[in-house]
């Protein structure tokens, strides 16, 4: 099976990682790209790092470039989506990466984005309780964001397993692709070496819904997530450290065994050995995740921290890797766990 | 007045913070260097950026150096200082960065430092409650760690006012300084410029007994510390984020105006304007504080965040701060709330 | 003496460090403040490191603003310094810090920088032979670009004592700040990280015909420079390689007697011991020029390299210098050779 | 076919990076990877980017070990792969990545490294006039250094074309990775981050006679070579700048047909499109060489400028590339031009 795939935003950074995916995909054609204000222009000019693709020039995003496509990757800003997917007709498998259709919650995504809800889709992290049944055989896929990937991962089988209290607390440092490729006063090299700063901090930032979401679907009641995102001097990556209150008789060997039932056939979750913390390096352009779990004994907290490369696991491969689910192929096909370190 | 100091461990990033600031102090004249495998080396070699003490050639760390001053500095290893600082004579200020002094209960100390304890100096955060008055005239001091200062000065006033739960949870990114100078595999360049991660997770670091004291000091009852310390790809800085659930009837006003409150008279620390959050490039090399705090009413939790130059507020800066209490000189004398950005 | 100082362009990298700087001096008191696009906001919003001016307001920038001042700072975009220095009267000492002023040659200034030539003011590098007394006194001063004071301060000593060839190639790695703190797609802290390159490259870079001015009036002779810039992924510094064929019979040492002599009585350029050599984190924050020079025997080259900070003596701290000898007081007033590091 | 391929020095950073290719590499089989002092340790504990090889135990060094395998790659110290490569038999594959077989001239060899000239295997930059053919079917090979790599590539079609004078200048920026994985002070994150520094000035580094044997044989004559590394604030990536004197009659033009010319046909040179210029964080992780030229008129200078991924193309991806050659496959076989950026 060869695969034709447009993607539209192909000059953004979450564009151009998919791409850089799927130029080693095998069942993968890279088909129409596009971009906005870059429309026109060479694609060797915005992604110099993706030579093969030099000499492509980029079309503007409408629903006739991007059809006649097998799959339609949209890397668009949040709201723009729906309008491009009706035009893309039932039989074409689109994958969304932006947020429009990953809440279920109508009233959430509202209060969140301020526009009206789309619809949701199947949400595209195969390694949640049920989700992978849900995106075999889809033709829509919402790809979740890239924080809630990492703490979504590093919390559910804690939740799953009935081990956590309903009250997480996560903090969590990104790398800068992760606010986007738009230049911005803040996101500077100048203001962003050397610093790190939080932002979105109070329950604010729209990743929220996203994780409550997930994690009261594993915990089967609701959980409350205090989420503080933190801007960290490093392009990539996302460290997640989530806590939640232990529940009675959790001890660090009933962590570890819900932990190792979790993550036993996951292709890309990785517990690592006892005494060995996650880093953001290790998965540096790879599909794979980090985490440790532990027990703190004298706080009574359940403390599990992954670490994802954002742009990989956290985006542009959690969409291949969703799309490979969708299409019946190989769900690791075109995927890696081999980080580019240091 | 002019004071007359020796710094014990001149080779070390501690040592040479001190430095850097006691030069521009108006009251001090910098007396003996010392340092131990670097014993006999120009400071020019050791500090390249401390040029009017290039010439200096650093002695053996012994009592016979050290003493002979008005102000002894020890920027030693931990467990070490007791043993110099018996030999100085009680005439003599003895400023301990180091641990040994810092923590009031002995099985505390033998847990974390697995070691005898040494006693108890005066605490030098002059912000907590007390302390000022502590370190007035005072010949011993105990400087706290980096993490602690930050920790505490982001949430005494919460538990002061009685606003705040007593189950405190602490993420804090750190500066590779923070790690010292001795050099280590996982501190090289290559291993944390773009990477970030955790270390001495689950209540393990030796700073968490530290700030169980400082806030249960502050709450009247005793507070349990989650504390997960993370390595940032930066050489300065800590950003602590520390949440506790809040106390029935806490608004974001009540807590703004607790804050308004506590920080009214200090001359470093800052509570930003609504809106603003903490950055640490914002305070680097300056002694100041910049803190923020909310209320996430979602998840019925306070967020205070805050910003300290590890090396400046954090240590050096901290010690030379109550130096000048203990010393009857202005507390801001030599200090600077003006940080180097970008 | 107190001097009252109006600094136009306060809201940029260049202003803000000249703040930090003015802040310490202790015969300047801080009079107006201008910004453009910024005029109406805090500055505590535009330079949160700058804590004793968080409240002060941005005016926007224009003459009757500036007037009433004993000195003017300009920190400007090139081309609209002259219009204002001259409504600001003859009186008032004006300091430059754009590039309106540099130039001697109109025909440089026309071809590098495509307006029409605005003048020649004393040029604000106190170190090149005879310009201290242009400086003195003077009430108009053009700073010089950062590249060329750290170029001219590596390579005159050679040009002046007649060791040197008359190609000189030069490589220099700046921090970011040197770009400004416009936002554009390629300062964004995700495409600098990690990554050098170069740009104005070819001979094309405005700051080339400033380098051969300064050294062909040190050789007594044309020199052609061959300037490479790159941009180097952290915030400040320049590190500046220079090279030259060595004349008949120069030696290490005879080159080394060249440097001491020529830098023996400066205050802020410091002729590093042989064998250690300049870095650009040593003169962080700091007015100091780091200076390292040797002769390889098998290329026959003179090597000459400079670390400064950019924004200090680059642009600020060499503003600050030559505005100190314009007013006849001591020329290190308010400036350091102190760096903060690491 | 199916290649068995032994990996000595497996802990360190360019063997950690030979890794990381020859896991995706389709004909390669990974057998005994071996290290010295972390003998007996698990990979996943000292490259954890290396999921899949995580419970791999290392051996230690010894010929028995690597034996048995039909390329044994040696990413040792300097002066130890002789010693090893003698007891390995004519029969194996040799991939030497350390420097004791490079250099022709044992009197070059000897007086760079102080030590018996071991001999001269064929040159693994396929690249080169002449060098492919060396390389087919050969049993030994000798890796380049990273440096001499960028700028042998950067500036050979000018010398093999006559355009260029016989004094190269060069000055290369180089990652920390560069300087390896033994803990040293200077190369900690602290004193790394935020500073660029030169090392090795003035002739001395050990890379200087590879880059002059290299240049001379494009020229056909003696070239000069001057020489000076700087280490750069990232953990990856040389971004080498070279120049020579144009001769007579050189244009933009001419330059741009002997580049075009000399790189048509390879697979991992990309000569740029006119006023694009290299950037490291384009082959981060790549085996691609970015490379642009130009001509400077009014300095009558020749500058080429180069970027490569120090550990991939300059090291390991380079190694692969010549152990393709070496055995028949396909050159480009499990080595990639797309980089991991931003």
């Not at 470039?65 to 007709?89: I, T, Y």
């Not at 924080?147 to 919390?155: G, K």
């Not at 100048?190 to 790190?196: F, I, Q």
């Amino acid at each position: 099976m060869t695969v034709r795939a447009a993607v539209a935003g192909a000059s953004g950074y979450a564009g151009g990682e998919l791409l850089r995916l799927l130029l080693t995909h095998p069942e993968v054609e890279i088909g129409a790209l596009t971009g906005d204000s870059n429309a026109g222009r060479r694609l060797g000019a915005l992604q110099p790092h993706l030579l093969p693709l030099a000499d492509r020039v980029l079309s503007e995003t409408t629903a006739d470039v991007l059809a006649a496509h097998d799959v339609v990757f949209l890397a668009l800003p949040h709201g723009r989506s729906a309008a491009v997917a009706e035009q893309l007709g039932p039989d074409v498998l689109v994958v969304d990466m932006g947020a429009d259709f990953r809440l279920k919650d109508a009233a959430d995504w509202e209060r969140f984005y301020g526009s009206p809800h789309a619809g949701t889709w199947p949400y595209g992290l195969p390694e949640l309780p049920g989700a992978r049944a849900a995106l075999e055989g889809s033709k829509r896929i919402a790809v979740p964001g890239c924080y809630p990937t990492a703490v979504s991962l590093a919390l559910y089988p804690a939740y799953a397993a009935g081990l956590a209290g309903t009250e997480a607390v996560i903090v969590a440092a990104s790398g800068t692709s992760g606010a986007g490729r738009t230049p911005k006063p803040h996101l500077l090299g100048s203001e962003v070496m050397g610093s790190m700063s939080p932002y979105g901090v109070g329950g604010v930032h729209r990743h929220t819904p996203e994780m409550i979401q997930n994690l009261s679907a594993a915990a089967g009641e609701p959980v409350t997530v205090s989420f503080t995102p933190t801007l960290a001097p490093m392009p990539r990556g996302i460290l997640a450290t989530c806590s939640a209150t232990a529940r009675e008789g959790v001890t660090a060997e009933s962590l570890r065994a819900a932990y190792e039932k979790a993550f036993a056939d996951e292709p890309f979750v990785h517990l690592l050995p006892e005494g060995q913390w996650p880093a953001t390096a290790s998965v540096h352009g790879s599909n794979a995740v980090q985490v440790q779990v532990t027990h703190d004994a004298a706080a009574n907290r359940i403390i599990a921290i992954s670490a994802i490369d954002n742009l990989t696991k956290g985006t542009a491969g959690g969409a291949v890797q969703s799309m490979n689910l969708a299409l019946g192929l190989p769900e690791e096909l075109g995927l890696s766990t081999i980080g580019v370190a240091p």
